[in-house]
């Protein structure tokens, strides 16, 4: 039988356990020029070069507790149960978890959000994670052990933790009174990138469809930041702006107008995003010519 724990007007029989459901980014609505809106969906980049990702990780995961690797441990087994791809520990999605596990703590409740804090995505930014999505479980038992179990036996929770969408989490627990308090903070990241690196990756995917690209001007990079038109002299017969948290592939409709066999030139134009948010995403303007 699990231990029992009385809060204040209100007994509590079993450990608590919540979850939050997936924040995706707001902002990844990708705008056609001269055209409807299209939906483009979203896709992890890769991380870092493999050997330097592996120091790190060995290096974020020893400064984890007993407690918060059997988490981490946890999640991956039964990740690989269902066939998919470990999440790697992310050291500043675990600065953001651990923020969280000492206020509930600190107020002996679990919850997403207390009055005094910010809500889970301006968290995970405010620690300087980049991300299309950030998911959270939070429990509350006196072993992770308790918790994880918990977590998978709650549809919620199990959902958060079987995304396939995510690739990363932070593990956080916190101890009181001999309850542990824990945070898994999981997240979609997204890989920090110049424009012109953002520019050739996107021209490299462009480039497979047998067309020529161009190099990027000023004016294309201008018209990135344009809601409706183009800057400079020379006018583009089609222009996609899209959003996008991956440049690994394009929108469909853009496909379909690289092999219509009416355009034989392209050129690719990156720009910051406008407006503040939380989440990060890349802004991509795509101009193509006869």
Known sequence: MLPRKLYYLTPHLEPRITPMRPFPNPGL????????TLTLATLALASIAPNLHAQSAFAAESSLTVAEQYLLAAANEARANEGLPPVRLDPLLSEASALHAREMANHAEISHQFNDEPELATRGANAGA???LISENVG???????????????PGHRANLLDPNVDSIGIAIVTRDNQLYAVEDFASTVKILTLNQQERAV?????????????????????CTMSTGYAGSRQPW??????????NAIPSQLKSR????????AMVGACPAIRKSSFTAYNIAVLLYP
């Open 29 to 36: 609505n990708p705008l056609i020029s001269l055209t409807k």
């Open 203 to 223: 021209a490299g995917v462009i480039a497979q469809s047998g067309m020529r690209v161009a190099e990027t001007t000023d004016d294309a990079r201008h018209t």
């Open 258 to 265: 690289l092999t219509s066999g009416k355009y034989h030139q």
């Open 140 to 154: 509350e038992a006196p072993s992770s052990v308790i918790i994880h179990d918990l977590w998978m036996h709650s």
């Open 130 to 132: 980049h991300f299309s």
């Open 238 to 247: 089609f222009i996609m702006r899209y959003t996008a948290a991956s440049l």
